[in-house]
T-cell receptor, first 112, second 116 residues
Framework: SQQGEEDPQALSIQEGENATMNCSYKTSINNLQWYRQNSGRGLVHLILIRSNEREKHSGRLRVTLDTSKKSSSLLITASRAADTASYFC????????????FGQGTILTVHP | DGGITQSPKYLFRKEGQNVTLSCEQN?????MYWYRQDPGQGLRLIYYSQIVNDFQKGDIAEGYSVSREKKESFPLTVTSAQKNPTAFYLCASSIDGGTSGSDTQYFGPGTRLTVL
C-alpha cells in the first residue's frame, strides 16, 4: 500500500504566487524526501528532511515535517512557469534501508 | 557525463513476448532500483539490488525478473507472465542503499513500454 498520500492532487496558480503541497504517511520514518517529475521524464531529487528535523530550506523551497502528525509540506515561493511539474513525496523508514515509498503526487501548473 | 541511462526510450512489445529494459549507471553507486509508474500514479517498486549479485523483490515483482552481474548494470526483463505491462519504467540508483543514512535516489529518463 502507498505510504504517502498527497494533497491536493492538482494545483493551479499564477506565476509569482506560492504553492503548498502536503504529504501524509502512516508508519515511522527515517527521512522524507521530495522529488519533481517533468512530464514523461525521470524524477529529480529536491530535498531530504530527516525525522529529527522540523524544517529545511533550499533556495525557493521550504519543507516542514511534523512527525507527531505524520505529515510534511513543501512550499515553493514566488513560483515560475518552469516549476510546472508533478511533485512526489517519498518516505524511507524502519529497517527498509534505501527503499523509498512514493505518494501519488501533486500536479502543479503555474500559469505565466 | 555521470548519470543513469535507460534504453530504449520507447519500446513496443507483442503479447506473449519477453522484453528486456536496460539500465546503466556510472555513478559508482552500490544500490539500484526498478519502478513502474502508471498514468497519474506514483512509483511502485518492482525489484531492488543493494549490492552486486544480490537483489530482492519489491512490492510488484510478479511477472518481472532482474539480474545484477555488474555494479553498473541492472537490466529488467518483463516476461509474458506480466498481465498488464504497459507502463512507464524508471530505474534509479543510490550510493549505498541507505546504510549510511542517505537514501537519495538518482533516476534515469525512463522507458515507456507499450504492449500491442
Amino acid at each position: 500500500s502507498q505510504q504517502g498520500e498527497e494533497d491536493p492532487q492538482a494545483l493551479s496558480i499564477q506565476e509569482g504566487e506560492n504553492a503548498t503541497m502536503n504529504c501524509s504517511y502512516k508508519t515511522s520514518i527515517n527521512n522524507l524526501q521530495w522529488y519533481r517529475q517533468n512530464s514523461g521524464r525521470g524524477l529529480v531529487h529536491l530535498i531530504l528532511i530527516r525525522s529529527n528535523e522540523r524544517e529545511k530550506h533550499s533556495g525557493r523551497l521550504r519543507v516542514t515535517l511534523d512527525t507527531s502528525k505524520k505529515s510534511s509540506s513543501l512550499l515553493i515561493t514566488a513560483s515560475r512557469a518552469a516549476d510546472t511539474a508533478s511533485y512526489f513525496c517519498a518516505t524511507a523508514g524502519g529497517t527498509s534501508y534505501g527503499k523509498l515509498t512514493f505518494g501519488q503526487g501533486t500536479i502543479l501548473t503555474v500559469h505565466p | 557525463d555521470g548519470g543513469i541511462t535507460q534504453s530504449p526510450k520507447y519500446l513496443f512489445r507483442k503479447e506473449g513476448q519477453n522484453v528486456t529494459l536496460s539500465c546503466e549507471q556510472n555513478l559508482n553507486h552500490d544500490a539500484m532500483y526498478w519502478y513502474r509508474q502508471d498514468p497519474g500514479q506514483g512509483l511502485r517498486l518492482i525489484y531492488y539490488s543493494q549490492i552486486v549479485n544480490d537483489f530482492q523483490k519489491g512490492d510488484i515483482a510478479e511477472g518481472y525478473s532482474v539480474s545484477r552481474e555488474k555494479k553498473e548494470s541492472f537490466p529488467l526483463t518483463v516476461t509474458s507472465a506480466q498481465k498488464n505491462p504497459t507502463a512507464f519504467y524508471l530505474c534509479a540508483s543510490s550510493i549505498d542503499g541507505g546504510t549510511s543514512g542517505s537514501d537519495t535516489q538518482y533516476f534515469g529518463p525512463g522507458t515507456r513500454l507499450t504492449v500491442l
